[in-house]
């Protein structure tokens, strides 16, 4: 015969301790709360885009987290953005490989949407500030 409080209490010891390792990886990948963001270049409609150097993954690839402030809200009502972008250094190319939307400017508050789904490498047309990502990210990677 099964003890059923022992069972229920043995499985959510179980799911405690699943929730707290999920908890933990999600943690990993996440933008870290205090960071210091670095102005790297505002686009003609007035978005300020940062760099948080501390995320900087060094090599063949360089990634790290970009914050952009919206001048106004964007057609989901999110002022601001934080995106985990990867440059290739060799083709100047970028992709977005995780991104976060926020209500609130400077990536604050509860995110609205968050895509972890990398998407498709582009080539960046010169003088715009993806083109200021993509040497950013390259020459810090030297």
């Not at 400077?106 to 789904?117: A, K, L, R, W």
Request: with cysteine.
């Amino acid at each position: 015969m099964v003890d059923s409080k022992r069972t229920t209490k043995k499985g959510w010891l179980k799911m405690r301790a699943a929730i707290v390792f999920l908890l933990a990886t999600l943690s990993s990948v996440a933008t870290p709360a205090a960071v210091e963001w670095t102005w790297v270049a505002e686009s003609p409609f007035g978005y300020q885009y940062f760099i948080d150097f501390s995320t900087l993954k060094k090599g063949a690839r360089p990634k790290a987290w970009f914050l952009t402030n919206y001048s106004a809200r964007n057609e989901f009502g999110d002022l601001s953005s934080k995106t985990l972008n990867e440059a290739d250094c060799g083709e100047v190319k970028i992709r977005t490989i995780a991104s976060r939307h926020y209500k609130e400017p400077d990536g604050t508050g509860t995110p609205s949407s968050v895509n972890y789904q990398p998407r498709e490498w582009g080539f960046v047309t010169p003088n715009t500030p993806l083109e200021v990502m993509v040497r950013v990210l390259c020459q810090s990677n030297r």
